[in-house]
Structure formats: C-alpha cells, structure tokens
C-alpha cells in the first residue's frame, strides 16, 4: 500500500535533495521482504505442525492389539 500510494504523489525533485518516496522505498524495501519470508516460514511451520497432529491422531485411533505373553 506505501509503494502504491508513493507512485500517486507524482514527486518533483527539489534541488540536491532526495525524493521522499526514494527515501521511504529503499528503507521500506528490505523490510517488506523480511515480513514477506516470515510470513511465508509461519505458514510452512502451520501447515507442517497441522500434518503431525493429523499423524498423531491417526496413531490414537488406530486399535492396538493385545500382546502375546
């Protein structure tokens, strides 16, 4: 949403200065990207502790058979 609303401000250079939308952008960058791959990791940690409950569960239900003393 901030890089969409940085290419509506039509920015103009000011004399040696920098644009604040290419100021905001390279700090902004790196931390969406980290965000992103986080959320992507927490997503692949659900999925995998969904998968063992699922297994673990499957254990629990299977009957188990009287052992031979």
Known sequence: ???ER???LRESHV???QRLGVFI???FKPTVRY???????LEHLAKSVANLGDL???RVQVPRR???T
Not at 35 to 41: I, L, P, S
Request: glycine share 8%; charged share 35%.
């Open 1 to 3: 949403m901030v890089f």
């Open 35 to 41: 965000c992103t791959a986080t959320e992507q990791r």
């Open 6 to 8: 940085l290419g509506e």
């Open 56 to 58: 673990l569960q499957a």
């Open 66 to 68: 009287p052992r031979d």
């Open 15 to 17: 004399g040696d200065c």
């Open 25 to 27: 952008e390279r700090r």
